[in-house]
């Protein structure tokens, strides 16, 4: 694969409820989606971080200039394009962490979308599908959901394999 263009697409997704920590109150998550063009397919990927740096160290404006101007320029000077490549190539930038996150995974959705491949048979999905779990933090889900903390092996995760 062939890097063609890059684009950062800003959005402001509304949150379903207002998400409460010490840091204060967020109602939607203002960030930007990554969107890779290739020579054989597109790929997407949401940047983690917040649009200031009170949580963590990277934020939104900050990922950006990184992006721009350190992470993707040796992005494109990579003889073929594949997810694999880019901890080696991205290596001489010290940190920014969710910023080569973004752009690795928005590199990886375009290269499965290359080969037609899901990121479940990428990871080696077990029998049909997985069963739900419980996400922490949830206050409006049923005492029933929860169970205690313990190894989980993929046979207690997923289907029948």
Same mark, same amino acid.
Request: net charge neutral; charged share 20%.
């Given at each position: 694969?062939?890097?063609?263009?890059?684009? &950062?697409?800003? *959005?402001?997704?509304?949150?379903?409820?207002?998400?409460?920590?010490?840091? +204060?109150?967020?109602?939607?998550? $203002?960030?930007?989606?990554?969107? *890779?063009?290739? #020579?054989?397919?597109?790929? %997407?990927?949401?940047?983690?971080? $917040?649009?200031?740096?009170?949580?963590?160290?990277?934020?939104?404006?900050?990922?950006?200039? *990184?992006?721009? $101007?350190?992470?993707?320029?040796?992005?494109?000077?990579?003889?073929?394009?594949? @997810?694999?490549?880019? +901890?080696?190539?991205? #290596?001489? *930038?010290? +940190?920014?962490?969710? @910023?080569?996150?973004?752009?690795?995974?928005?590199?990886? #959705? @375009?290269?499965?979308?290359?080969?037609?491949?899901?990121?479940?048979?990428?990871?080696?999905?077990?029998?049909?599908?997985?069963?739900?779990?419980?996400?922490?933090?949830?206050?409006?889900?049923?005492?029933?959901? %929860?169970?205690? %903390?313990?190894? &989980?092996?993929?046979? $207690?995760?997923?289907?029948?394999?």
């Amino acid at each position: 694969m062939k890097l063609e263009r890059v684009e &950062i697409v800003h *959005v402001a997704i509304p949150l379903v409820s207002p998400f409460r920590t010490s840091f +204060g109150t967020m109602t939607t998550k $203002d960030t930007f989606l990554l969107h *890779v063009v290739t #020579d054989t397919a597109e790929g %997407w990927s949401e940047f983690a971080a $917040d649009p200031e740096p009170g949580y963590c160290s990277e934020f939104v404006a900050g990922a950006e200039i *990184v992006l721009r $101007d350190f992470l993707l320029p040796r992005v494109a000077a990579l003889p073929v394009l594949a @997810a694999a490549h880019l +901890g080696p190539a991205t #290596d001489g *930038v010290k +940190g920014h962490e969710l @910023a080569k996150a973004a752009l690795e995974t928005a590199v990886l #959705d @375009a290269e499965l979308r290359s080969y037609g491949m899901s990121l479940a048979t990428y990871l080696g999905r077990c029998g049909s599908g997985c069963r739900p779990g419980c996400r922490s933090g949830s206050s409006r889900r049923s005492p029933s959901c %929860w169970t205690p %903390w313990r190894a &989980i092996s993929p046979r $207690d995760m997923c289907g029948s394999s």
